[in-house]
């Protein structure tokens, strides 16, 4: 029998399990043994973007190789990461850069996924079908297989950020796979359970929760944000710090890693002073730490994520126990103020 | 007419928003003026708390006359603030600690406010009625009203913070009103709309979200936090900055201000290492920025609001016209992974 309460004697955590009833535990072989898993790497890659498409994905490419060699075995790319990012501007013919999902870029990425062994997110333009364009991310296992695709679901629209012409938002659909509910997904990758979220996403605490309630151990955030030339000065450093915060509060509220891999380079676009991308890629452990970071240079960044991390975090700020999920009907509503 | 999405012109913001038909501006005087609200001063008290009750609130009102001669109009204290943090055993005798609202406590406060002008956020100890007791915070005006009381929704429960043993959670009720909404709850004081959550609370995006959606523009956070000493120095800062981080991200994710007063001083319990309250109290602006930080002194900290900074930092960060109140629904689940 199990002591409740204390399940497995569950070592090297924060504060380890006490079991008072040591002789009430078993190794009955029904029982998974809830530390069994092996900590993963993760990489993220943080890099410019320029006109030249292929120049881009061979860029992409060399960062994947390099992560793998360092030991990564799930790597996330920066959003839309093979295009300048081009919704500085609205114009129609902007549309050609997107691609069908599974497509040339895809494939391409999926081949690199088998000969490699890791685990990809490739965030990308997807054309679905003539007139129905997204932000997406395409998720493919270590062995290859297209898992599926995220549909950004928050989309933004703020000057030289003219994301609402260019994207339709993710669905609503799902609710009878347990991994997939109202637009939101993860995936169980060979090595971890990943979700993945898309830039203006990360402003929405609901969207971070629910990944968590779905089973993600780590969420990833790829992204494209940037100063205005002439904000900078003001209001630049704020700006990175509020964009941090937040996602660290995201592995905070719900005990899980998170990782967000950003753009750099000053993008130009006629008419305007275009958009510096400001890089400062970084990954959180479950206390909302940052275990790697990034300044605005090409980088790529690789952490060890063990499962035990969120286990014990979870068991020392037992946030999921206290939820009232009886009292958050409001939250559905866009204002209630009267 | 007015000129669809300037309306009236707004200066002093963080980009001013520009208006390129001037000459469809108005002075229609059917129109209110959005910036016409003044600035409030707020003011938070950090202090410790001894067995001696009488001293506890005099040593309260102390402070709450200094915030007000500094200017402040509203003034919040620290979690149970009468008390030593009684939690730190399950003794049934400690519930002789708690008192009714409107009681003693509350009469004298609401004294105070009356006298000074000042509203008050007055955490405590509620006995509501035999067997049910609550973890609340009376919100008084400034001409001495009491306009009703706050009982907290997330009740923790911890070695030494054994808080699910003496309150009743909070009720999920309301509905018809428009600033009550499933036990969450907004004043519209003399000089702010105030929401106010205690301590457990702050780890919620949830509940800051729904704050913001009833209006707040001010969500005080009355706390009683600390270190187990034994973890200080492995843990210590980790978790003051995930405590700190986490709430700034509510201000950022809401564009609110924040303010969190917090318990200062080592509270002994027999048998055990006793509580290192670790204070670090602060008030963060809508972007998340730390405008007044104490350390762990006793202090008050006092700083002015700004709405129009609220309007500016959504203009611009306009999160609340992009959340997918459509796709939110799994949040109202405990947990949904398969």
């Not at 030289?160 to 109202?182: I, N």
């Not at 990034?294 to 014990?312: H, Q």
């Amino acid at each position: 029998m199990l002591h409740k309460g204390c399940g497995i004697l569950w070592t090297g955590s924060r504060r380890q399990a006490q079991c008072r009833g040591a002789e009430l535990r078993t190794t009955d072989a029904t029982i998974e043994p809830i530390m069994a898993r092996s900590p993963f790497t993760i990489g993220i890659v943080q890099d410019a973007a320029t006109a030249d498409i292929e120049a881009n994905v061979a860029r992409a490419e060399k960062h994947i190789r390099e992560a793998a060699r360092q030991g990564a075995q799930i790597v996330c790319l920066k959003e839309l990461f093979n295009a300048p990012y081009f919704c500085k501007a609205e114009q129609h013919d902007r549309f050609d850069l997107a691609e069908p999902i599974p497509g040339p870029t895809t494939q391409r990425m999926q081949a690199l996924a088998k000969q490699l062994e890791v685990a990809l997110v490739v965030p990308l333009f997807e054309r679905e079908a003539a007139g129905i364009y997204r932000n997406s991310a395409a998720v493919i296992d270590a062995d290859g297989t297209l898992m599926g695709v995220y549909r950004k679901l928050h989309i933004p629209d703020d000057p030289l950020y003219y994301e609402k012409f260019y994207f339709t938002p993710g669905d609503v659909s799902g609710g009878g796979k347990a991994h997939e509910v109202g637009g939101f997904k993860v995936w169980k990758t060979r090595y971890a359970t990943i979700g993945v979220l898309i830039c203006w996403d990360q402003w929405f605490p609901e969207a971070a929760r629910i990944m968590a309630l779905l089973g993600a151990e780590v969420l990833f955030y790829p992204t494209a944000i940037g100063w205005h030339p002439s904000e900078k000065k003001e209001w630049g450093a704020t700006q990175v710090d509020s964009w941090r915060t937040m996602q660290r509060a995201h592995a905070i509220a719900n005990g899980i890693f998170v990782a967000s891999p950003n753009r750099i380079g000053r993008e130009a676009e006629p008419g305007t002073d275009g958009i510096e991308f400001f890089g400062n890629s970084f990954i959180a452990d479950p206390s909302g730490r940052l275990i790697a970071s990034a300044g605005e240079e090409e980088t790529v960044l690789i952490a060890k994520c063990d499962p035990a991390e969120i286990e014990s975090t979870r068991r020392n700020w037992p946030f999921l126990r206290d939820r009232r999920v009886d009292a958050y009907g409001p939250i559905l509503q866009r204002y209630i103020a009267g």
